[in-house]
């Protein structure tokens, strides 16, 4: 549970749900551009959409106790997160990223809540910064 207790505290120091100047800075583009790119903000794009799918697969990983599945699931949403600009999501992914390496399925059941709620932040901070 030290682990556990970490991950929490690192989350809470980043307290960076969604940074928009990072993500256009990731995408070489201006926030201007980055709406049009992306339609009317980021609610239309690919993340907003796959996310969900991705949260699933990996929840479903870690009922089943299959840990290195969820490590793995876990590297790929940690990738996302940080490509989109959320540090929170892509803390706790990367914890689970090593709980799932080092197969510690209870401790991925620990943090799979986690990482829901860190989702669900960065979706409404996300469709907050929608023009």
Do not use: W
């Amino acid at each position: 549970m030290l682990i556990y207790g970490t991950v929490l505290l690192n989350i809470l120091r980043t307290s960076i749900i969604f940074d928009v100047e990072l993500t256009s800075c990731r995408l070489y583009i201006s926030l201007p551009q980055r709406r049009r790119v992306l339609g009317c903000g980021f609610k239309s794009a690919d993340f907003l959409v796959e996310m969900p799918k991705q949260l699933m697969l990996m929840k479903e990983f870690v009922e089943r106790g299959q840990a290195k599945q969820a490590g793995v699931q876990a590297h790929k949403i940690r990738g996302a997160a940080g490509n989109i600009g959320s540090p929170a999501l892509q803390e706790i992914a990367h914890a689970m990223e090593q709980a799932g390496t080092a197969e510690e399925i209870n401790l991925l059941r620990t943090l799979m809540p986690e990482m829901e709620k860190q989702f669900e932040l960065l979706k409404e901070a996300m469709e907050a910064s929608e023009p």
